[in-house]
């Protein structure tokens, strides 16, 4: 099997495929300003099995288009959608984030966590923008340098893991170069690596190596799991996904 189907294979019965809770997502909702009875219409990036989507359908007068490039992803969300009855406020899209189907000036909301960093965060928030209303806001969670410095050892595995990790400072002013007036930033904390991401996984490492014939592949899969969390529990204090709310700066439309 290859890795991509493992990977699948891995995540997919999983509530979400990154750090994250509904309560964070709740707090990210509560500090963009969002009004519960509005109706608005949100784009949700690279919404894995919709653990974000399903919260913000649950608490809002929302549209959702929930966008994952893997189909398999996109057809549990749907199914969870369905059995908690808000199947008429989702629309799910298979397509890749790196080319949407999107008119200009679609959304109020682009909504993404822990999935901007596949088409890379400056990349991203230039290219999302332009399906922004005017006004529109863009909640983002991204890998983020908490301290200014931190042990070479972290630096070195980020530094190949994902180049663009840096300080909330640092993206901020990404924000405010490429037209965005940021408005809040929070750090997620622990629980949401632990409790709702690293914990489940472990616990499903089993099945998934007995599921796949506890191949090579598969135990290759879950080294490097269990190495991210070593990582996790040994430096947790100096990184975390970063959430960025910001608003799509009208000075710039006109
Ligand atoms: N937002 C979800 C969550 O927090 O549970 C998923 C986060 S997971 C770390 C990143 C997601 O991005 C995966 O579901 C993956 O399939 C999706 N993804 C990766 N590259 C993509 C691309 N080019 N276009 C669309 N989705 C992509």
Request: with cysteine; hydrophobic share 40%; charged share 25%.
């Amino acid at each position: 099997m290859d890795e991509l189907k493992l990977l699948i294979d891995m995540h997919k019965d999983a509530n979400r495929q990154g750090p994250g809770s509904d309560a964070e997502t709740e707090k990210a909702i509560s500090m963009a300003g969002l009004d519960r009875n509005t109706p608005l219409n949100i784009a949700d990036i690279g919404c894995g099995t919709g653990a974000s989507t399903l919260t913000l359908a649950r608490l809002l007068n929302a549209k959702i288009t929930a966008v994952d490039f893997l189909q398999d992803f996109i057809d549990v969300l749907s199914a969870r959608a369905r059995d908690e009855g808000v199947e008429d406020k989702i629309n799910p899209l298979c397509a890749s984030m790196e080319q949407l189907p999107f008119e200009n000036e679609t959304f109020d909301v682009i909504w993404s966590e822990g999935a901007i960093y596949n088409l890379g965060f400056e990349k991203g928030i230039a290219d999302w923008k332009r399906y922004l209303k005017p006004g529109g806001l863009l909640v983002v969670s991204e890998i983020t340098w908490l301290t200014s410095s931190r042990p070479l050892a972290l630096q070195d595995y980020w530094d190949n893991e994902y180049p663009e990790t840096d300080t909330a400072s640092a993206k901020i002013a990404l924000l405010e170069d490429s037209g965005y007036t940021p408005i809040g930033y929070f750090a997620l904390p622990e629980h949401c690596w632990l409790d709702h991401y690293y914990d489940p996984m472990r616990k499903s490492f089993d099945a998934f190596l007995s599921r796949n014939g506890d191949s090579a592949e598969a135990q290759a899969i879950v080294e490097a799991e269990r190495h991210e969390m070593a990582l996790y529990e040994k430096y947790k204090a100096y990184f975390s996904y970063g959430v960025y709310i910001a608003r799509k700066t009208d000075a710039q439309n006109s």
